[in-house]
């Protein structure tokens, strides 16, 4: 590691530093919170949007093989559904 790189690291060391010391780490928190609550928020529409997708895809099969009637699959995919 030559100089340059040294120098780098002791550049970003005094940086952090210099956050943690103003009065910049509130704004520094409460960005990194509205950030994870974003990520949060994304993955768990993600993750209900596959189960929503892995039961349409069940009833279509109980359908298909006859188990069940479209009148019945259309009911079970309409209780509980909210509409926004």
Not at 1 to 20: Q, S
Not at 40 to 54: D, H, M, Q
Not at 59 to 75: D, S
Request: glycine share 8%; proline share 2%.
């Amino acid at each position: 590691m030559g100089p340059c790189h040294a120098w780098e690291i002791n550049m970003a060391d005094g940086t952090v530093h210099e956050v943690l010391r103003s009065d910049m780490l509130g704004w520094v928190v409460f960005g990194l919170f509205i950030i994870s609550i974003v990520l949060i928020k994304s993955v768990t529409s993600l993750i209900k949007s596959l189960a929503r997708e892995r039961t349409r895809r069940e009833i279509a099969a109980y359908i298909a093989e006859g188990t069940m009637t479209p009148e019945q699959g259309e009911r079970m995919m309409t209780v509980g559904r909210k509409d926004d």
